[in-house]
């Protein structure tokens, strides 16, 4: 890889919703790919936590392209079931990706585990990892985070995933309810993608 600023890459998600994110981080001057441009299904993701499912994706997708890629791997974590769903946060969701379905399990879970937890503080924290690859050789993998609390039902209409129940610290708004350019100050992903910009 050489010692220059990356000016094309691939975004290696099949979640449009990510993709829409990560790319908005990006200087305007980077010629992006999407994995659906060169119709590629995303990899088995069997690593053991954020950095490694992210390292699989990054390495994967630059494989099949030849072209540098970014990749992220995120999810949500929440105290009172064991830091569940975790790595596992869209596989929650179905090979449809019904989030509606997801945040219903995260439910049901907090409720099994603590009757009155509505009335309770529920801690969570969003975590991402982003990794950058170019062929099998790993270029850099950061991870960055937000904590905050559940909702106690899911509230707003933008963001997508898990962003109508989570409330980040400090703040009275679900990350669903937050404007694009509020939620991307403090997410995960932008406190990630800070560690990583002086490659681009």
């Given at each position: 890889m050489p010692e220059r600023k990356i000016k094309e890459l691939i975004i290696g998600t099949n979640n449009k919703g990510k993709f829409r994110e990560i790319k908005n981080l990006l200087p305007k001057n980077i010629k992006v790919y999407s994995t659906s441009h060169f119709n590629l299904k995303s990899p088995k993701e069997n690593g053991s936590n954020f950095k490694e499912n992210s390292l699989i994706k990054s390495?994967?997708?630059?494989?099949?392209?030849?072209?540098?890629?970014?990749?992220d791997d995120?999810?949500?974590?929440?105290?009172?079931?064991?830091k569940k769903p975790g790595i596992f946060s869209a596989r929650w969701a179905g090979r449809n990706g019904d989030f509606n379905k997801a945040i219903k399990k995260v439910f049901k879970q907090l409720n099994k585990k603590d009757k009155l937890w509505k009335k309770k503080k529920i801690k969570a924290r969003f975590v991402?990892?982003?990794s950058i690859s170019y062929l099998n050789k790993k270029i850099v993998c950061v991870?960055?985070?937000?904590?905050g609390y559940i909702?106690?039902?899911p509230i707003g209409k933008n963001g997508f995933g898990y962003d109508p129940i989570f409330i980040p610290k400090n703040k009275k708004l679900t990350f669903g309810q937050m404007s694009t350019s509020e939620k991307y100050?403090?997410?995960?992903?932008?406190?990630?993608y800070k560690k990583i910009k002086k490659f681009f």
């Open positions: 390495k994967y997708f630059s494989k099949k392209t030849g072209l540098v890629c970014l990749a995120s999810g949500l974590e929440i105290d009172l079931i064991n991402c990892a982003l991870e960055g985070q937000v904590d909702s106690n039902e100050k403090i997410d995960h992903r932008f406190k990630a």
